[in-house]
Structures are given as structure tokens and as C-alpha cells.
């Protein structure tokens, strides 16, 4: 008797902007300053002050940031007074980063010889 083919798990959302969606989803986890300071706000919310500090980043470039992940819902902002404190809002967060960074490794020599998609600049890695 033959066997049924088993279908394939479905990956992406069926329509054309649900697709775009999470595309967009990863880029905005395609940013080292970002990842970074997803890493730093994922156990306790931090002022934007302490994110210039911890990442090195001009005040401009870390706001920037962090619009970035509050607009995509990646990170949540409370205000408490005259300042504004950043925080990890889904702990799965840290799983997904996690995941990519283990797939990552398995792929490093893929990864540094891919000339597609261009690398960071210095500004971007450095702590």
C-alpha cells in the first residue's frame, strides 16, 4: 500500500503582506546596534541614557534604534516623569536571537564568504 505523503509545514503566511510582514520582521532584528540592545534591555529596562552608555552609540542613533524596536513591538517604553525607560517586551525574544545565533555558528564559513548582503559598518559592531 502506498504511503501518504505528508504535507509540509506551512511557514509563511498565505498572502503576499503577510509574507512582507515577517520580512520585516527580521529586519528589524538585522541591525547589530539593535540585537545589542535587545541583549541589554531583555532583563531590566534601561533609560536611554544607560543604552548611549552600554552600547556607544550618539544619543541620535540609539533613539533611532529604539523607535525602530518599540514600532515593531520588540521592546516597550514607560515613561516616569522627564524620562523614558526601555524594556523587552516578549521574552522570545531572547529565544529567536538565541536560535540564529546557534544556526549562525553552524554556518559561519557560509556566512563569511557570502558577499550578498554586505556587512556592518565598524559604528554598528563596535561595543
Known sequence: MPETPHPSPTLLPATANGVEMVAKFFRALGDP?????LEFLLNE?????????H??????????HLACLSDCGYVQLRRHGRYA???VSDPRVAELVLLARSVAADNAAALAACMRIAPASREEIAP
Open 33 to 37: 546596534a539593535r540585537l545589542r540592545l
Open 45 to 53: 529596562e534601561h533609560t536611554v541614557s544607560e543604552c548611549i552608555a
Open 55 to 64: 552600547i556607544g552609540l550618539s544619543q541620535g542613533r540609539i533613539s533611532t
Open 85 to 87: 525607560y526601555y524594556r
